[in-house]
């Protein structure tokens, strides 16, 4: 009888082995970033050769094997042509109506097909065959395998900050290829901060800091390179506080009366702060048409001053805000919200309002839950907000403050940590029950330098995805940590940086 390996929890099936010449008696081990849900592992290995084409029958995937081609070729030296005919390829590629969005699956017996149930979906496909093809000498392995493959979480992110410290696009790049070799489906791109607005404006030119900012056409091309890749890209413009970008290119817009004292907050105050807000978004969301979701930031907001300003004094008093500076920052993002939504997109935002408050925020708003501090977790949850989880611990990437591979496996969805002893969550922890109003989480670099920025997510990234891909049960640690050595070789290879974090500094210690 055939020996089978199951690399995850399911109930299997065995499929026959058939005899062809494509196929040799030679079992292959395979090592899948996050582990799938369903295999099936057979005795023999799928040959192929320079002379085996690929194909897919849908048009919207051809660009997929274009890129899925020039990795196999970076990756192993083979160099598999572009077929037109899919009865004649070794490789097929399509989208099967059948699947939900997320799910694919493959089925290696004399060829390699792959169904999936969208262009995503089989951008994650590409990434799984990517990690388990082999070369020896002349031949192209692939393993005799029945696999079917879905994340139980439906957000899987990586934030990177491009404010404190410019990236530049060939970085950013290098971190859309680690997201997509692990299967994360988000980027969020925190453009915007007190040190520098990234982005570009018509409207407002001299937002955009000389030297540290991105053109449209740059936008675009990331736009681009990402949704190749299965990766959507969230924009984020912060405000109302970490702001002094805003305000040092047009403080007699954005800024209070007394800015020098306060320079960090934009002016909540100003009919015409609402209409610059509103066009800046308008400008920046066409450029990120296949994102849903559009971000505000809106935690940290400094209100030193605020309350002096003349036009803050007369905004509250005409719209009934209770002289009260929390009322108006409440106020604030429920205005902005409303400026995201029209245009098509749905508001994110980082904790940052208490749960009290006589102005409502609204809950189409997706709460990013980091601190666990100014609305804890536990109540966005009791309170029927959505959540990305963030928790400061162990899922922020920050300098020395990063913690170890073990450590972020330890962690699971539903649990919400912290360093900083302000945090409730330092000394305890908050440990939810399973709810589908978390609908996945985020790791989040800040203030790295570029230089450091992708080795230090190499062999952290993979293991948060992991944890969330796969929530209710995980290979053993010291397994995963295996495959994640022989997938980070192939990486390596793939986008031409062999560079690793020690994983030992500062804060990288086991709990």
Not at 72 to 94: M, S
Not at 311 to 323: F, G, R
Not at 416 to 437: G, R, V
Not at 450 to 468: A, H
Request: charged content about 25%; some cysteine; aromatic content about 10%.
């Amino acid at each position: 009888m055939k020996k089978t390996i199951f690399l995850s929890i399911g109930i299997l099936c065995l499929f026959s082995c058939q005899e062809t010449p494509n196929l040799k008696n030679k079992k292959l081990s395979v090592e899948i970033i996050p582990a799938p849900k369903e295999v099936v592992l057979g005795e023999k290995a799928l040959v192929l050769d320079n002379m085996s084409g690929m194909s897919s029958p849908d048009s919207e995937l051809v660009s997929l094997l274009e890129l899925f081609s020039s990795e196999l070729k970076a990756l192993t030296n083979f160099d598999l042509p572009i077929i037109p005919d899919p009865e004649q390829a070794a490789i097929i590629f399509q989208i099967d109506s059948t699947l939900i969005a997320d799910t694919y699956k493959i089925d290696i017996q004399n060829k390699v097909s792959v169904k999936a149930g969208s262009y995503q979906s089989a951008a994650m496909a590409r990434t799984t065959l990517l990690q388990m093809v082999k070369v020896e000498g002349e031949e192209l392995l692939f393993p005799q395998i029945d696999l079917t493959d879905h994340p139980d979480a439906q957000y899987r992110g990586l934030m990177i900050d491009l404010a404190r410290s410019w990236h530049s696009m060939e970085t950013v790049k290098k971190l859309i290829d680690l997201a997509s070799y692990y299967k994360t489906n988000y980027l969020q791109l925190h453009f915007t901060d007190d040190q520098s607005f990234t982005l570009p404006s018509k409207k407002y030119p001299k937002l955009s800091t000389p030297g540290r900012n991105y053109t449209f056409e740059d936008l675009k091309e990331l736009e681009a390179y990402s949704q190749a890749r299965g990766v959507t890209i969230i924009p984020e413009l912060e405000m109302p506080g970490h702001a002094k970008s805003f305000v040092d290119a047009y403080p007699e817009i954005f800024g209070i009366t007394d800015f020098e004292e306060n320079p960090y907050i934009i002016n909540m105050g100003k009919e015409k702060v609402y209409t610059a807000l509103e066009e800046l978004i308008a400008e920046i969301t066409p450029i990120f048409k296949s994102s849903p979701y559009f971000h505000i930031g809106g935690d940290e907001a400094r209100f030193t001053k605020v309350m002096d300003d003349p036009d803050v004094k007369s905004y509250i008093k005409e719209n009934n805000l209770d002289n009260d500076v929390h009322e108006l920052y409440r106020h604030f993002l429920v205005r902005i919200n409303e400026a995201v939504k029209k245009q098509g997109k749905q508001t994110c935002n980082w904790e940052g309002f208490a749960r009290k408050g006589k102005i409502k925020i609204p809950k189409d708003m997706i709460v990013f839950e980091f601190e666990s501090l100014y609305h804890l977790p536990d109540e966005l949850i009791e309170d029927g907000y959505t959540v990305v989880n963030t928790s400061w611990k162990p899922l922020y990437v920050v300098n020395e403050k990063k913690w170890e591979p073990e450590t972020i496996y330890n962690w699971n969805l539903w649990r919400f940590d912290n360093w900083w002893s302000q945090s409730p969550a330092m000394e305890n922890p908050i440990q939810l029950k399973e709810t589908p109003l978390i609908i996945g989480a985020q790791m989040c670099t800040w203030e790295q330098l570029q230089e450091i920025e992708f080795k230090s997510l190499r062999r952290r990234l993979p293991v948060m995805n992991e944890r969330i891909w796969n929530t209710r049960e995980n290979l053993p640690y010291d397994t995963f940590m295996q495959h994640l050595e022989r997938t980070d070789k192939k990486l390596s290879v793939l986008v031409n940086d062999s560079q690793q974090d020690s994983l030992l500094m500062g804060y990288n210690h086991k709990e």
